[in-house]
């Protein structure tokens, strides 16, 4: 940590500092400037109390780190890019490029059957649905829970593709890890720490969206919670974040495709479906993704939108869909992907 004093302190005040960051139990290293001082204090934060609690004092100016706080994730400590493999032929973050797509909610088994044959045979390589579903009020549908989870066993079991699900609460880890091949961490949930860990611990892949409201620092950090319960395997899923703006359901934040990249070296997929909350502006919103180097892409199809059980204006219609894997093509070649 470096703690930076305010001008003009007497030599007094600085020694109390010094005094306190010994007793913290670091070591400190004083440089003393024209204007101002600065002082280097070296240790351990996850054995010692924080030095953050002296901003409080009167003299300290700020106290800033050294280090970036998250470590695993970050690419110093890997320089080359993460794989994610999900299956034999689904390995996120390698040249081939991975549409995940499927309904918003596991609704009922000739919907998801539908769903996942259609999305298959345009090219999805990942088949996503909710079997336990976030709802902002308690009246909404709130998923089928185990059943839809059988249904997506089912699914995978006919198409040959893999399920990602949301994991919503730590009270059903043993259950939707029997059934999921990615565990998907939902916007509201991305700072449960608690449930973090118990994601990392099952071993399988975790799909982290962003929060809502979360700083990118802040989603790396999280991310951290993965790796540091030795789960390597950490996709991180853009899904727009609340802003001011109404005219669509958040702000899909592509800036954080090259922020992800050059910070860490984890896989990172867009999700427009959340990200806009409107399906004609998904198609756009993929493309640019595509070209923005995102490694893959979680898209949400229904037969009948206009009849989803959960966000049905965002989710397209299988010819909507199969236009959209025809059209991202010249994009993924500018990107160097398959
Ligand atoms: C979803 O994927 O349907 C979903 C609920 O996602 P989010 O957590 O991003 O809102
Ligand atoms: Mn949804």
Redesign the pocket.
Known sequence: MIIVLKPNITRRQENAVLKEIQKLGYEPHVMRGVARTVIGAIGDERTHASLETLTAWPQVESVMPVQKRYKLVSREAHPSSSTVKVSSNVILGARKFHVMAGP?SVESEKQLMATAKVVKQAGATVLRG?AF??RTSPYEFQGLGEKGLKLLAKARQETGLPIVT?LLSEQHVDLVAEYADIL?I???NAQNFQLLIAAARTGKPVLL?RGLSMRIEEWLLAGEYILANENPNLIFCE?GIRTFETYTRNTLDLSTIPIIKNESHCPIVI?PS?GCGRADLVMSLCKGAVAMGADGL?L?VHPNPAEAWS?GAQQLTFDHFTRLMREIKPFLAAAGRD
Do not use: A, M, V
Request: glycine fraction near 12%; include cysteine; aromatic fraction near 0%.
């Open positions: 918003c909710g579903k976030p949301e998907q939902g916007t509201r969206k899904r999700d959340q979680l949400e966000d």
